[in-house]
């Protein structure tokens, strides 16, 4: 059959990995499209913080922040828990910089180091780093990418996620100004940030150079002939059409939020709620299937950024229920299980994200699950309950409120003799602001991210304000999956017999996370939606850009 379009690389979804594709095809002289799934152009990665994490890199150069590969290796070699190789380790590192000094210096991204953010385990983990290996966009005026401002995502989870940056945070937690009013600063230059920033920095670069994007356009199906892929059918209100692929096809679907099957699979999560969009449904695994590549999971369940969280009746998002991410350790707020106990450092979302999940069937099951957020009026009035800004009464149907501990315990069904056993023991805690159980407000990353800075600790205040709240805590994924498309090292997807499928690339988290593995630091999934992007194009056309001590 003839085909109604030709293209050398036709990249599906709009995140940070097929935008990375695109833009690294058209700056090598090669033509390229990106199909979108969902109405608006920027994927998941749009919706995200926005940091990359990695190694060091020539933005620390300019603060004159120290680092070394071995430093990042032996920290990723701690995260990957032995479900990394060397050589993915490497790749990350090495081709990672080279990834982002392509970014900057080429194509034109304006990016900047995260000051005065450390790696999630600092000091704790050997390798770990104070600074330096988050970075972030610039603020990004809207302005510039004229009718196309509308067609870029931006959060619809308030103007938080998408006008304000982690420097911004971070300065905030030194004496600087106060996020609030850099957002308010933010929105009146017409400003994007964070996520919201980068995709709109990368569609405009992509707009220069010709790329064709097409939002509401959804992939249907790989064309194969004589084993090779060589284009896709793609399907929007205009009808189907064929498109070649010249040189490949990269899948950067993201994960697989909204496929219960597969979050029940391969999350070991029988239900979950998401932040990503609708759109967000493992169709690179169904795509890929064709052409024989099958999922693998890169790690155990426990060990992926499945987060948590809480559900928001009154709140409707892309037409579903809200669910809403939680980072604990706002001061006046705890996390318990059913007997009214605190298991976790709850000033520190991974230990909690990985303690409810705790399996031990001599304490039935999950001793840590059902699980609650618990807290006061103080935590109300001066932090709020998103979407509920301070001083706002929590959304309706988000919690259950009583005038006193015990009332709320035998409301939500915790037992009340633990709960307030519990609370009486944290307050202590407060006084002193020592965590004797759990050692919250110890954690670097955590007092600055979740913290209230004007605290001696900043995770630390006691729950002693009536009315007093709880939270069923759910678990929500952020389109950061288990299991993923296999792939090399130059981003080629590989079949059943780890061969590699000719002109077949995946990036970000379609494909599976064997290059790192294991656990998870904010910055990496965006990093790699970047850097197999850059690789799988260079991969394909053939013009590769040799890293330091390897022949390509």
């Given at each position: 059959?003839?085909?109604?379009?030709?293209?050398?690389?036709?990249c599906?979804?709009?995140?940070?990995?097929?935008?990375?594709?695109?833009?690294?095809?058209?700056?090598?002289?090669?033509?390229?499209?990106?199909?979108?799934?969902?109405d608006?152009?920027?994927?998941?990665?749009?919706?995200?913080?926005?940091?990359?994490?990695?190694?060091?890199?020539?933005?620390q150069?300019?603060?004159?922040?120290?680092?070394?590969?071995?430093?990042?290796?032996?920290y990723?070699?701690?995260?990957?828990?032995?479900?990394?190789?060397?050589?993915?380790?490497?790749?990350?590192?090495?081709?990672?910089?080279?990834?982002?000094?392509?970014?900057?210096?080429?194509?034109?991204?304006?990016?900047?180091?995260?000051?005065?953010?450390?790696?999630?385990?600092?000091?704790?983990?050997?390798?770990?780093a104070?600074?330096g290996?988050?970075?972030?966009v610039?603020p990004?005026?809207a302005d510039?990418?004229?009718?196309?401002?509308?067609?870029?995502?931006t959060?619809?989870?308030?103007?938080?996620?998408?006008?304000?940056?982690?420097?911004?945070?971070?300065?905030?937690?030194?004496?600087?100004?106060?996020?609030?009013?850099c957002?308010?600063r933010?929105?009146?230059?017409?400003?994007?940030?964070?996520g919201?920033?980068?995709?709109?920095?990368?569609?405009?670069?992509?707009k220069?150079r010709?790329?064709?994007?097409?939002?509401?356009?959804?992939v249907?199906?790989?064309?194969?002939?004589?084993?090779?892929?060589?284009?896709?059918?793609?399907?929007?209100?205009?009808?189907?059409?064929?498109?070649?692929?010249?040189?490949?096809?990269?899948?950067?679907?993201?994960?697989?939020?909204?496929?219960?099957?597969?979050?029940?699979?391969?999350?070991?999560?029988?239900?979950?709620?998401?932040?990503?969009?609708?759109?967000?449904?493992?169709?690179?695994?169904?795509?890929?299937?064709?052409?024989?590549?099958?999922?693998?999971?890169?790690?155990?369940?426990?060990?992926?950024?499945i987060?948590?969280?809480?559900?928001?009746?009154?709140?409707?998002?892309?037409?579903?229920?809200?669910?809403?991410?939680?980072?604990?350790?706002?001061?006046?707020?705890?996390?318990?299980?059913?007997?009214?106990?605190?298991?976790?450092?709850?000033?520190?979302?991974?230990?909690?994200?990985?303690?409810?999940?705790r399996?031990?069937?001599?304490?039935?099951?999950?001793?840590?699950?059902?699980?609650?957020?618990?807290?006061?009026q103080?935590?109300?009035?001066?932090?709020?309950?998103?979407?509920?800004?301070?001083?706002?009464?929590?959304?309706?149907?988000?919690?259950?409120?009583?005038?006193?501990?015990?009332?709320?315990?035998?409301?939500?069904?915790?037992?009340?003799?633990?709960?307030?056993s519990t609370?009486?023991?944290?307050?202590?805690?407060?006084e002193?602001?020592?965590?004797?159980?759990?050692?919250?407000?110890?954690?670097?990353?955590?007092?600055i991210?979740?913290?209230?800075?004007?605290?001696?600790?900043?995770?630390?205040?006691?729950?002693?304000?009536?009315?007093?709240?709880?939270?069923?805590?759910?678990?929500?994924t952020?389109?950061?999956?288990?299991?993923?498309?296999?792939?090399?090292?130059?981003?080629?997807?590989?079949?059943?017999?780890q061969?590699?499928?000719?002109?077949?690339?995946?990036?970000?988290?379609?494909?599976?996370?064997?290059?790192?593995?294991?656990?998870?630091?904010?910055?990496?999934?965006?990093?790699?939606g970047?850097?197999?992007g850059?690789?799988?194009?260079?991969?394909?056309?053939?013009?590769h850009?040799?890293?330091?001590?390897?022949?390509?």
């Amino acid at each position: 059959m003839p085909w109604d379009e030709d293209f050398d690389v036709v990249c599906v979804g709009s995140g940070l990995g097929g935008m990375s594709a695109a833009l690294t095809a058209a700056e090598r002289g090669a033509s390229a499209i990106v199909l979108e799934k969902f109405d608006l152009l920027g994927g998941v990665s749009a919706l995200s913080s926005g940091q990359l994490w990695l190694g060091p890199n020539h933005l620390q150069e300019v603060d004159d922040i120290q680092d070394n590969d071995a430093d990042a290796d032996a920290y990723l070699t701690h995260l990957s828990q032995g479900f990394a190789t060397a050589e993915g380790r490497k790749t990350f590192i090495e081709r990672g910089r080279e990834a982002l000094r392509y970014f900057t210096d080429v194509i034109g991204i304006e990016m900047t180091v995260v000051k005065g953010l450390p790696d999630y385990y600092y000091p704790a983990v050997k390798g770990s780093a104070a600074e330096g290996r988050y970075v972030e966009v610039k603020p990004f005026k809207a302005d510039r990418l004229g009718p196309l401002a509308d067609q870029v995502l931006t959060s619809p989870y308030g103007d938080g996620y998408s006008f304000t940056t982690s420097n911004e945070l971070v300065r905030m937690h030194h004496g600087g100004e106060h996020v609030g009013a850099c957002l308010e600063r933010h929105l009146k230059a017409g400003e994007r940030c964070a996520g919201a920033g980068l995709a709109a920095a990368q569609i405009l670069a992509a707009k220069e150079r010709g790329v064709e994007m097409r939002a509401s356009t959804e992939v249907i199906e790989l064309i194969i002939e004589d084993g090779a892929v060589v284009g896709v059918i793609a399907r929007n209100s205009s009808g189907t059409r064929r498109i070649r692929a010249r040189l490949g096809v990269v899948l950067a679907t993201g994960g697989y939020d909204w496929k219960a099957d597969y979050v029940r699979s391969f999350d070991a999560l029988p239900e979950a709620g998401s932040m990503a969009p609708p759109t967000v449904s493992g169709d690179h695994i169904v795509m890929a299937a064709k052409a024989g590549a099958i999922p693998i999971p890169a790690r155990a369940p426990s060990q992926s950024p499945i987060f948590i969280g809480y559900k928001v009746p009154a709140e409707k998002i892309y037409g579903q229920t809200s669910h809403r991410m939680w980072l604990p350790g706002t001061p006046h707020c705890i996390a318990v299980n059913q007997m009214g106990n605190r298991f976790a450092n709850d000033g520190f979302y991974p230990d909690v994200a990985t303690k409810v999940a705790r399996f031990d069937g001599q304490e039935g099951g999950q001793p840590n699950w059902p699980a609650w957020i618990i807290f006061d009026q103080n935590m109300l009035d001066k932090y709020g309950f998103l979407p509920s800004w301070p001083g706002q009464p929590l959304s309706e149907g988000t919690g259950i409120a009583a005038d006193s501990i015990a009332e709320l315990a035998v409301a939500v069904g915790i037992d009340a003799d633990g709960l307030e056993s519990t609370i009486a023991r944290f307050n202590g805690f407060c006084e002193t602001g020592v965590d004797e159980d759990f050692a919250r407000g110890t954690v670097p990353w955590g007092r600055i991210m979740t913290g209230d800075p004007q605290l001696p600790n900043p995770n630390m205040g006691p729950i002693a304000k009536a009315p007093f709240y709880a939270v069923k805590i759910e678990r929500v994924t952020m389109g950061v999956p288990t299991a993923g498309l296999p792939i090399d090292i130059e981003g080629r997807v590989l079949d059943a017999a780890q061969k590699p499928v000719t002109g077949l690339y995946a990036a970000g988290n379609s494909a599976a996370w064997l290059d790192i593995g294991g656990g998870y630091n904010s910055g990496i999934s965006n990093t790699r939606g970047m850097l197999y992007g850059y690789l799988s194009v260079l991969h394909m056309t053939g013009q590769h850009a040799p890293a330091a001590g390897r022949t390509v």
